[in-house]
């Protein structure tokens, strides 16, 4: 485009267009709000607290949660005790060595607790990790 004061010459201009780039980041970052709380095990646990050094956790751990009520889950599908080994075996694809992160409600009785750690050595699961909160000393 040229003007009437304008000898022909056409300047170009050295500006970035920045608006898709920012659609973009939005769109993520809608995405990323959407997904971040469906990445979490929505089953409400009072947890004990901890003070142990944390362990580094795997991409996709199997975790089996005892509710106060006694009742278990593996991940957030609800389990029968009769089919806990069943159960177990399906998210492990058979894997007797994957290690099951127990997660049991500060109500449990420890007796219960030691009754489902039971249910898991007879299925064959031997590496069991305790889930707990952890606590940050001043």
């Known amino acids: 485009m040229g003007t ?8 170009e201009t050295h500006e970035i267009n920045v608006t898709p780039f920012i659609d973009v980041m939005l ?3 809608i995405i990323f709000m959407v997904a971040a709380p469906l990445a979490t095990v929505d089953i409400a646990v009072d947890l004990p607290t901890s ?9 996709k751990p199997i975790y089996l949660t005892v509710s106060s009520d006694l009742s278990l889950a593996i991940g957030d599908d609800p389990l029968p005790k009769e089919s806990l080994a069943a159960g177990l075996d399906a998210a492990t694809g058979g894997n007797k060595q994957e290690r099951i992160y ?13 009754a ?15 889930v707990g909160l952890e606590t940050r000393d001043p």
């Open 4 to 11: 009437a004061l304008d000898d022909g010459n056409l300047d």
């Open 27 to 29: 769109v993520l970052l």
């Open 51 to 59: 003070s142990a050094d944390p362990q580094v956790r795997p991409d």
């Open 102 to 114: 127990l997660r049991a409600d500060r109500a449990v009785h420890y007796g219960d607790v030691m």
């Open 116 to 130: 489902v750690m039971d249910d898991l050595r007879r299925a064959g699961y031997l590496k069991v990790a305790l």
